[in-house]
């Protein structure tokens, strides 16, 4: 379990809901002391928050040090569009775990091609800087989403594509790179239930797009796990998707609510929105196996996929209509995943 001992890291869009909890996660030494992290992002209101967090101020003053090469933790403003920057950030980094994304459907559709030049260009960015240079860097860790598979909507589809631009990059270099792919998580920046939370809380009708509406459930934590099972991997080109509970959205709303009585207004699916996730398709399923508590898909190029005798772990696609849990046991998944959720649960 020291996969980052005396390991140079590099997260670009570290200050991000999944990049932060992922620094958290690695500071603490469960992988193993790195020699540094870096967090790489172009938000610099983010990073000075995220610098006090980790010094334990609640406020800037005069004797906080912003370059401070001793430091464990480190920041640098940039973006992953900019190749210049990124392959400066690069050229100190052993691991690099690509969490840089436009991630916002709506913004996506209504701005496609900024999509395109941070979701694609990004991850075009960081292959063109390992095949020009000697790099240092031994394995690079792409932050993929549901969405990529089988994609209706333009964030989809820019992830889908920086899937397969960096997994293909496994032909000709020797730089391991493996993706990883989750769906919905729980009480994230931007996700839908602060916005359930906040409505309940003002007394307002809780907003569900349609009644048969279905998503996957998994906290920071267990997204952060499978960035981790898949640094652990020794494979190259493996998409690693972790097995979660999923649940209608109503009923999502419904544990939220506990006893009280909050009318759901159903407003229609918005823009690029799916009425369910899939995480593995059924063109997928054949060639996925199982490993440990997580689904891994082998490279789609057979120059890169070893097992090619193997026996798939799905018969057919891994979406979250299947399985749906109850209210039940959403509430217990929901107030373990966030201690806010919790106490709005109890009623504290």
Do not use: W
């Not at 004797?63 to 690069?90: C, E, H, P, T, W």
């Not at 909507?153 to 293909?168: D, F, H, P, S």
């Not at 998994?218 to 080109?237: C, H, K, M, N, Y």
């Not at 749906?324 to 709005?344: P, Q």
Request: hydrophobic content about 40%.
């Amino acid at each position: 379990m020291n996969e980052l001992e005396g390991k140079r890291i590099l997260v670009t869009g570290g200050t991000g809901s999944l990049g932060q909890t992922l620094v958290k996660r690695m500071l603490s030494g469960e992988m193993g002391k790195p020699a540094s992290i870096t967090v790489f992002s172009r938000d610099e209101a983010k990073q000075h928050y995220m610098r006090l967090d980790f010094l334990n101020r609640n406020a800037a003053t005069d004797d906080i040090i912003y370059q401070n090469s001793q430091d464990l933790l480190k920041f640098r403003i940039g973006d992953v569009r900019d190749y210049s920057a990124l392959l400066a950030a690069m050229r100190e980094a052993d691991i690099v775990f690509h969490a840089a994304a436009l991630k916002q459907v709506p913004s996506c559709e209504y701005f496609p091609y900024e999509a395109v030049m941070t979701n694609i260009g990004g991850a075009g960015n960081i292959v063109r800087a390992i095949r020009e240079n000697d790099l240092p860097t031994a394995k690079i860790i792409g932050i993929s989403t549901d969405k990529a598979c089988k994609p209706i909507n333009v964030m989809g589809m820019t992830k889908a594509l920086q899937e397969r631009v960096l997994l293909e990059a496994n032909r000709d270099s020797k730089v391991a790179i493996n993706c990883v792919r989750y769906g919905n998580v729980i009480a994230s920046r931007g996700s839908i239930i602060p916005l359930f939370v906040e409505q309940i809380e003002e007394g307002r009708s809780v907003t569900v797009t349609l009644p048969e509406m279905t998503r996957f459930l998994l906290s920071l934590d267990r997204a952060v796990d499978t960035v981790f099972e898949a640094i652990r991997s020794p494979r190259r080109g493996a998409t690693f998707v972790p097995k979660v509970p999923a649940a209608l959205i109503t009923d999502v709303a419904k544990a939220l609510m506990g006893e009280k009585n909050v009318p759901i207004e159903y407003t229609g699916i918005r823009p690029g929105e799916k009425i369910h996730e899939i995480m593995v398709s059924e063109e997928e399923c054949f060639r996925t196996i199982e490993e440990n508590d997580y689904y891994v898909i082998l490279p789609v190029l057979p120059e890169i996929r070893n097992d090619h005798n193997l026996t798939p772990a799905l018969t057919g696609e891994y979406s979250s209509k299947d399985d749906t849990i109850s209210i039940e046991d959403l509430k217990v998944l929901l107030g373990g995943a966030s201690s806010e959720i919790n106490r709005f649960i109890n009623g504290d």
